[in-house]
């Protein structure tokens, strides 16, 4: 299976960074940039932090949520 990354966005729409899915990066920027920063797949939204819970609560609860999305 290939390797996806991860877009964490700031709730202004900037780019933060590209995680690997097998890592927690994506899950603890949506803690540190707050309500209204997001995860993207390939431009789609995969994760809205506040909406969807709050990423950094529980990393893998998070990741799976995002891989279900993706289904």
Same mark, same amino acid.
């Given at each position: 299976?290939?390797?996806? +990354?991860?877009?964490?966005?700031?709730?202004?729409?900037?780019?933060?960074?590209?995680?690997?899915?097998?890592?927690?990066?994506?899950?603890?920027?949506?803690?540190?940039?707050?309500?209204?920063? +997001?995860?993207?797949?390939?431009?789609?939204?995969?994760?809205?932090?506040?909406?969807?819970?709050?990423?950094?609560?529980?990393?893998?609860? +998070?990741?799976?949520?995002?891989?279900?999305?993706?289904?």
């Amino acid at each position: 299976m290939a390797k996806i +990354t991860l877009d964490a966005y700031a709730p202004d729409g900037r780019l933060i960074a590209k995680c690997d899915q097998d890592d927690y990066g994506a899950p603890l920027l949506m803690s540190l940039y707050g309500e209204g920063s +997001t995860i993207r797949v390939k431009n789609r939204i995969v994760w809205l932090e506040g909406a969807d819970g709050e990423g950094a609560e529980s990393y893998d609860g +998070t990741i799976f949520k995002i891989f279900s999305r993706l289904k």
